[in-house]
């Protein structure tokens, strides 16, 4: 899906929402355990359930690895089921791979042409020729790491390098990085307010925004300092949506946070 198709998405929608499929066999309703694929059951009831009101989703892939081949069936069921009842949903792998280039190659098979995501988040700590195999794939996104949500954030990525710090150095140079076009930014909404600087760098690329809910970002904050007139925000939320209950009707009510955060998204796209 391009960068215009998202945003025509999002203005169909009235939302920017993108539910993060951070599928924990320890926090899903117990009942869902005897099932043949409780992740598998898990996601397909949150999908159904909350479609109406997001625009993307990002299941962690760390969530799937953790338990093994039953993972990656569970993540390929998920992704598989998203192409086929909801083409018009984007997909993003929250993998945060990068190697040297051979391997990163790999990477960028495995998300893209196998599992068929449509973007992938990526480290940039290797650098140019870590990246430039997932950006050789132009109809894909590569959503780097710039400024993250933790508080690790602030034991490198604010670093002064020069005059900048690390993570404006990391977006500066990326924007010369073959088919630089197709890359979108990890920005963590608990850091609001550096949006504004990070919006000089790069006026128009899309940000996923994580951090909003169980890590006390505010949605309001990002879209002050964020938002552009094309949107150019994807915000995450994880954990607050999709376990905000373990009843029977878990499903029912993650729809009903995910549409209570696509209402305040809506007041803010009525701003622009
Ligand atoms: O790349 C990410 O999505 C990411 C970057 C970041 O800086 N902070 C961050 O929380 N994330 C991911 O976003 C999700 C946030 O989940 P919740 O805190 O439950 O909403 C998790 O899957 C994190 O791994």
Not at 17 to 38: A, F, H, M, N, R
Not at 187 to 198: M, P, Q, S
Not at 217 to 238: A, F, M, R, W
Request: glycine residues 6%; contains cysteine; hydrophobic residues 40%.
């Amino acid at each position: 899906m391009t960068s215009q198709e998202l945003t025509e998405q999002i203005f169909k929608k009235r939302s920017f929402l993108c539910v993060g499929l951070d599928t924990d066999l320890e926090k899903i309703p117990t009942y869902l355990l005897s099932e043949k694929d409780p992740v598998f059951s898990f996601n397909k009831a949150i999908i159904d359930a909350t479609h109406k009101y997001c625009v993307a989703y990002k299941p962690n892939i760390a969530f799937y690895e953790a338990i093994g081949a039953d993972g990656w069936k569970a993540l390929k069921k998920t992704i598989d089921y998203l192409h086929s009842e909801y083409p018009e949903i984007y997909t993003i792998a929250d993998a945060k791979r990068g190697d040297i280039g051979n391997t990163s190659r790999m990477y960028a098979k495995a998300f893209f042409e196998d599992l068929g995501f449509d973007s992938i988040t990526v480290a940039p700590y290797m650098g140019k020729d870590s990246v430039e195999p997932f950006l050789e794939f132009t109809n894909k996104h590569t959503i780097l790491l710039a400024l993250t949500s933790n508080e690790g954030a602030f034991d490198f990525q604010t670093l002064k390098n020069g005059e900048d710090e690390l993570y404006k150095k990391v977006i500066e140079t990326s924007k010369g990085w073959q088919n630089s076009e197709n890359l979108m930014y990890v920005v963590g909404a608990t850091k609001a307010e550096y949006l504004a600087d990070i919006r000089r760098i790069i006026p128009e690329n899309f940000l996923l925004v994580p951090g909003v809910g169980a890590q006390g970002g505010s949605l309001e904050e990002v879209c002050k300092y964020g938002i552009t007139k094309n949107v150019g925000l994807l915000v995450n939320s994880s954990r607050k949506i999709i376990y905000a209950s373990d009843s029977s009707n878990f499903a029912e009510i993650a729809g009903a946070k995910a549409e209570a955060m696509q209402n305040q998204m809506a007041e803010e796209l009525d701003k622009l």
